[in-house]
């Protein structure tokens, strides 16, 4: 069987070829070259949509977008961020358009999992760029159409330790390696795979480690660590939980800052230097200003929603009264919910946090206590760990804002939502 048979042997059945061939290469793309993912998604997306609106209200998840995307667009008329407003819901509403019309490519099981492997394989160029860049001073930026593709793998990022790869900030490409690590890590996991396989996904599993780990993303650390027990399974927790708890003990000595003096100073000999000090972000301390802090930028950005609670200040608001408020630029508030809060009001904001926890919480079930017969869901649980990890940098950072981030976490969103309806197999009833 060729790759095209093989490819083609996971489509769902309501879907064309085409438009399912050119998703799995918008999604290989994707981390690469944005423009070129662009042009395969855009096929994907007029494909799915085409003749499939009527069923746009069938489903009662869409509902809640729908409002928000009203609620945005209202408050955009008289938004403080003028004409920034406008162009912020960019970042939103053709992303909750990307849900809904992507769901048909992912409402099998099979479908997701050859979907989390195309995207694993899509990270090749940015393990490469980013070892090459960390270990042999290679760097860019390399760019062809006249900007449309960039690579950008700064040479700043040997000098200052931190693996940027393709990406122009090694927060993102720490974001990125973090949403495909559980989809290594579920490879190796195959209970078909035999000796020879098993190696090659090992010492690939490995490699996106080791790239992850340069980043020297207190986030992305935190995403390896969270999905090793989610993909696992339940079934390994009472055993796995206490065993990491156990390795994180010291660190969390080395780290926090009202453990005794001689405790810390014990466990700091334990701990590698490197991580201890970037967790605890003691070389960046006094160096920095109380205002670049995220504690500092949180408090601020409470106070500006309490100001103006309902439909708050526009898109982009926060790095405009930042700066007039403060003295110093920063383009976010560092935590989505605050964004949010900020940007659109009360409203919106908690429309969707509670949509998408729910999601969570619903999917949760399907991934982990579902048991579908002969098969095995550790790519389910690869898949929800992967949009658990989103949700979960969203927390401390705003990696939303480089668009394929954006993009594959409302994929990861639309694949949670077809494995809800599979459970109760309605999912015929919303593609027809």
Request: with cysteine; hydrophobic share 55%; aromatic share 16%.
């Amino acid at each position: 069987m060729n790759y095209f048979n093989l490819v083609s042997s996971f489509k769902p059945s309501r879907v064309t070829l085409i438009g399912w061939i050119s998703f799995q290469l918008g999604l290989f793309f994707l981390a690469s070259s944005a423009f070129i993912a662009a042009l395969f998604f855009v096929i994907a997306l007029i494909l799915s949509s085409y003749k499939r609106f009527r069923v746009l209200f069938k489903d009662q998840w869409n509902y809640s977008f729908l409002l928000i995307s009203l609620l945005m667009l209202i408050g955009s008329f008289a938004a403080y961020s003028g004409s920034l407003a406008w162009l912020g819901l960019a970042n939103w509403i053709p992303f909750f358009f990307c849900y809904w019309a992507f769901q048909p490519y992912l409402v099998t099981t099979q479908a997701r999992k050859h979907s989390g492997l195309v995207l694993l394989f899509g990270a090749v160029p940015v393990v490469f760029t980013g070892l090459g860049q960390m270990w042999f001073g290679l760097h860019g930026p390399w760019e062809i159409f006249n900007g449309l593709i960039i690579w950008f793998s700064e040479a700043e990022g040997q000098k200052i330790g931190r693996l940027s790869g393709l990406f122009n900030h090694a927060n993102i490409a720490g974001s990125w390696l973090a949403l495909v690590w559980p989809f290594a890590l579920a490879t190796v996991l195959q209970t078909s795979l035999n000796f020879s396989k098993r190696t090659i996904a090992f010492l690939w599993l490995l490699s996106i480690s080791i790239a992850l780990i340069l980043t020297n993303s207190r986030n992305a650390w935190g995403g390896l660590f969270l999905s090793v027990p989610l993909v696992l399974g339940l079934g390994t927790w009472h055993w796995l939980i206490p065993l990491l708890l156990i390795i994180l003990l010291p660190v969390a000595l080395a780290v926090f800052p009202f453990i005794p003096l001689e405790i810390q100073v014990l466990s700091r000999r334990i701990v590698p230097e490197g991580l201890w000090l970037r967790l605890s972000d003691i070389q960046f301390a006094a160096q920095r200003p109380v205002e670049a802090t995220r504690l500092f930028q949180w408090k601020e950005a409470i106070a500006l929603f309490v100001a103006k609670p309902w439909f708050g200040y526009g898109a982009a608001a926060f790095s405009i009264l930042y700066p007039l408020r403060r003295g110093i630029w920063h383009g976010h508030a560092h935590n989505l919910p605050l964004e949010l809060l900020v940007a659109h009001g009360l409203p919106v904001a908690t429309l969707l946090v509670t949509t998408v926890l729910l999601l969570l919480l619903l999917s949760f079930r399907t991934c982990f206590y579902i048991q579908i017969a002969q098969r095995d869901n550790v790519f389910d649980r690869a898949w929800w760990a992967a949009a658990f990890t989103i949700v979960f940098f969203h927390a401390t950072d705003m990696p939303m804002f480089d668009s394929r981030i954006n993009l594959i976490g409302w994929i990861l969103l639309a694949g949670l939502r077809c494995s809800i309806l599979t459970k109760y197999s309605r999912h015929l009833l919303m593609f027809d």
